[in-house]
């Protein structure tokens, strides 16, 4: 081999793409109550704050991003595994400019967020549950004590009011039964505590590393 | 040299084997393995999520009279040639009873296919049940032996889907009944039944067949 056809130094290997996990930076402001239950895998992460009220349980691989806005997680929130909280994604930047939020996501106390949800509403009021693969768009106010179900899609900048249920193929009632008995909403909201009791008692806190 | 030559390291492929050939991809998130069994010959593939962390709490009747260690409470059992496919969640199903919230150890039968990306949390799915791809079965469903669920069917909580039937919807219903040929090979039978038409001509399996040649594929 002579020294002219000595192959071109090997290119710099592309650097591994990172895992969805560290991909964003941790959050700059990123409050965690001591409370709060935040299993081996919950990722939070995003440029904005994040706020974490008491007795919030993220489970494995629940994911909170502030990408595009604050994220606040109200009392008693559970979100479940593979569930993301937070606008995500590429923002056009009419769709969210619009509203006043400005991609930020507050969610009530109470709600429940089942596996692989995503919710990306602007507002999501007390006690609410959004079932498993439910889809909440950006932009949407969803109110108290509704159920998104199952793989129901809320189509973004929606309006539900309280005591909705979105079920079907984005069919719509009222639970009447639970708008006009004040005992039965507080039944809900304390055995979703009572709840948050066996998660803290099965899963492994992991609170510490995000705190401080 | 320390080490004796003649050991080689195991090959690091994407699944672990166990002595009992279940096959579980190293990407799997499993929590709690205490609490799973597996029978033998399962495939767990990547992203599938076992939550075995939700154990039942409650003490068992016959652990509180006798004195030896306790074993540990069983929150998922899977049987024999069930394939868990990618993107699954598999959670015990909870419930208030007597003031307090529990979970149930559920139970998935022999042969049973999941499809990728469902979440499951039925009490208990029988032998030979076949669920397509994104089903959510919602807590303490049963779904009995031979039953087809297809794709993106939503079971709501506490149905009880009798054998043979075939699933769908949002909520689900029963649409049909599997027929004649379920889990039949098609080269053995020509058979007209919604079964039939399972791994497609010439495949090794069937829904609702024997997935032993599915499971023995998967590498």
Not at chain 1, 167 to 191: A, C, F, H, I
Not at chain 2, 158 to 184: C, D
Request: net charge positive; hydrophobic share 40%; proline share 8%.
């Amino acid at each position: 081999m002579s020294a002219t056809l000595t192959p071109a130094p090997p290119k710099p290997r592309p650097t591994p793409s990172k895992r969805a996990s560290t991909a964003l930076p941790r959050p700059p402001a990123l409050t965690v109550d001591p409370s709060a239950l935040i299993a081996q895998h919950a990722a939070l992460a995003g440029p904005h704050p994040i706020l974490v009220a008491a007795n919030v349980v993220l489970h494995p691989h629940a994911r909170i991003s502030s990408l595009h806005g604050k994220v606040l997680l109200g009392e008693g929130v559970c979100v479940a595994e593979r569930a993301v909280v937070g606008v995500q994604g590429a923002v056009v930047g009419a769709s969210v400019g619009g509203m006043g939020a400005g991609g930020g996501v507050v969610v009530g106390n109470g709600v429940c967020i089942e596996t692989g949800a995503v919710v990306e509403a602007g507002e999501v009021g007390e006690g609410t549950v959004v079932e498993a693969g439910g889809r909440v768009g950006r932009g949407c106010v969803v109110g108290k004590f509704c159920t998104i179900t199952a793989a129901s899609v809320v189509p973004p900048d929606t309006e539900i009011p309280d005591f909705t249920v979105v079920y079907g193929m984005g069919l719509r009632r009222v639970d009447t039964t639970l708008k006009e008995r004040v005992e039965l909403q507080e039944m809900r909201l304390l055995m979703h505590a009572k709840q948050i009791e066996v998660f803290k008692k099965l899963i492994p806190n992991n609170v510490g590393k995000w705190m401080g | 040299m320390s080490r004796p030559t003649t050991r080689r390291p195991a090959p690091k492929g994407e699944y672990i084997e166990t002595d009992s050939g279940n096959k579980v991809s190293r990407r799997a998130a499993i929590t709690g393995t205490a609490n799973i069994t597996l029978g033998g010959r399962t495939v767990i593939q990547s992203d599938v999520h076992l939550r075995g962390d939700l154990h039942p709490t409650r003490a068992m009747p016959s652990s509180t009279s006798s004195s030896k260690p306790e074993a540990p409470p069983t929150s998922i059992s899977i049987g024999r040639c069930t394939v868990i496919s990618t993107g699954c969640v598999i959670k015990p199903p909870s419930r208030v009873s007597r003031g307090a919230v529990h979970y149930y150890p559920m139970k998935i039968g022999d042969n049973v296919f999941v499809g990728p990306g469902s979440t499951i949390s039925a009490i208990s799915i029988s032998s030979h049940v076949h669920i397509g791809e994104n089903v959510v079965i919602q807590p303490f469903a049963i779904v009995k032996e031979n039953v087809k669920i297809l794709s993106n069917t939503i079971i709501p909580s506490h149905m009880v889907i009798p054998s043979g039937s075939v699933v769908a919807g949002r909520p689900a219903r029963v649409v049909g009944e599997v027929g004649e040929g379920w889990g039949v090979s098609a080269g053995g039978s020509s058979s007209g039944g919604l079964g039939s038409v399972g791994g497609g001509a010439g495949a090794p399996w069937v829904e609702g067949g024997d997935l032993r040649e599915l499971v023995r594929a998967i590498k």
